[in-house]
């Protein structure tokens, strides 16, 4: 759709707007009340703009929406872009201030999670690793319900230093309400270890930084552990936290939907950086990536890996018994596989990818380039990630790319190059332990 067309279809509800230069990178980000309304005003009177709004207005090429419920969650979802994209034209929210955040004192021996009004000026002063703040936060009731949930499904202390040291000193915990209602495990009084603690604290940070998924894991593991020693009563407590977290999970941050826009858009962005690193002409949407394990040519296989848009696309992953080279001969094997792959492909009229990454150097690329070529799919970019100095080979240039080590794009090849690495292995492992059972 052109730029035009986006601008007269653009719908009448909360939101937030990303613009977009010739390169595809996020330049602006913006928030309102109504989409429709407000962008296409940027593109009506430009002669009465100042001068930076000007800028920014010659320089839009493309646009991007996400819709929220309210206008409450758009400012907190242009807060979270900005911090995300750094768009050159944006000036930093000041507001964080007029938000709470959930502050976890790590740093002290029974840590307690609290409600905290911070600027962002604060947060980065007090960014220690004894002090971890999770937000801003948009509603403070709702802020707090969930605060309130959290605390009793994760039982750590809520009382003062003073009320503290108070019970530990008569070694009763039995003044503390917290404790009867079961919603603090006396560590006051030496009821529960340090290190029993910590673990507790460590599915609270899991739980407030988004990874809801590994901590409902680990609870199933504990769970299921507790049943086979038959500690039912743990098991039980256990279950309960299961289908807390599983009941709030959506209520905390922004909602899953929108994170994983967010995401995406940022994978576009690397996608962007990748393309003009390595001098494509297309952007590499479809990456295809080969590995090839084996010990002194032993049970020799291939791996293949798919990434569609930056994110693995498992169901298309294949592997390959190497069948026709013998030895140790890894450009040998690369090519085998090579051929295989796509000439298979090609007779099921499969999709082709943007870009083939294999594992290794000139010889890797250059004999993979070479099959193709006699497959006439010459036209498929190559290029080759050697492991220790993280160099990128092309075809037809003599030195390799060295991309610096803080490069998302770099990241990102080094991601889908160990991924093709990991299941060769897995594969690898495979046939080894099959042949020591035939054995």
Not at 29 to 41: E, N
Not at 73 to 96: G, M, S, T
Not at 311 to 332: A, C, H, L, Q, W
Not at 393 to 403: H, Y
Request: glycine share 6%; aromatic share 8%.
């Amino acid at each position: 759709m052109k730029f035009e067309e986006k601008l007269t279809s653009l719908p009448d509800v909360p939101g937030i707007y990303m613009m977009k230069d010739i390169a595809g990178r996020v330049i602006y980000v913006g928030k309102a009340k109504s989409i429709r309304k407000r962008v296409p005003a940027y593109f009506q009177s430009p002669s009465t703009y100042s001068p930076r709004t000007f800028a920014l207005i010659s320089n839009v090429r493309d646009l991007q929406y996400i819709v929220t419920r309210n206008e409450k969650e758009a400012l907190i979802l242009e807060n979270e872009l900005i911090k995300y994209f750094h768009p050159k034209y944006n000036i930093a929210l000041r507001d964080d201030k007029t938000y709470p955040h959930l502050k976890l004192t790590v740093d002290e021996d029974f840590p307690k999670l609290v409600m905290a009004r911070i600027s962002k000026r604060e947060r980065v002063k007090h960014r220690t690793p004894g002090i971890k703040y999770f937000g801003p936060y948009p509603d403070v009731s709702s802020l707090k319900r969930t605060l309130k949930t959290i605390q009793r499904i994760f039982p750590l202390i809520k009382c003062s230093k003073s009320f503290f040291l108070a019970r530990r000193k008569e070694g009763n915990p039995s003044s503390c309400l917290d404790f009867h209602l079961g919603q603090c495990l006396a560590p006051c009084v030496g009821w529960i270890s340090n290190e029993d603690y910590r673990k507790i604290v460590e599915k609270v940070v899991l739980f407030l930084s988004g990874k809801g998924e590994n901590l409902l894991k680990k609870l199933e593991e504990e769970m299921e552990k507790a049943s086979r020693e038959l500690d039912f009563e743990k098991a039980k407590i256990l279950r309960d936290q299961i289908q807390a977290i599983q009941s709030i999970s959506q209520r905390v941050n922004l909602r899953q939907v929108e994170k994983q826009k967010l995401k995406a858009a940022g994978k576009g962005e690397i996608l962007i950086e990748l393309q003009k690193a390595i001098e494509l002409e297309n952007l590499p949407e479809r990456i295809e990536a080969f590995d090839i394990s084996d010990i002194y040519g032993d049970s020799a296989v291939g791996s293949m890996v798919v990434f569609s848009g930056g994110k693995p696309e498992n169901k298309s992953y294949r592997k390959f018994k190497i069948k026709m080279v013998t030895g140790i001969d890894d450009v040998g094997m690369m090519k085998e596989v090579i051929h295989r792959r796509y000439t298979r492909l090609m007779r099921e009229r499969g999709l082709l990818p943007d870009l083939i990454l294999v594992d290794g150097g000139k010889g890797q690329v250059s004999g993979a380039k070479g099959v193709l070529s006699e497959l006439g799919l010459g036209i498929i970019p190559v290029v080759g990630l050697a492991k220790g100095e993280e160099l990128i080979f092309l075809p037809r240039r003599s030195r390799p790319i060295r991309l610096p080590f803080s490069s998302p794009a770099l990241h990102l090849v080094q991601h889908i190059r160990d991924e093709a690495h990991r299941f060769a292995i897995r594969y690898h492992r495979l046939l080894q332990k099959k042949k020591l059972i035939g054995k």
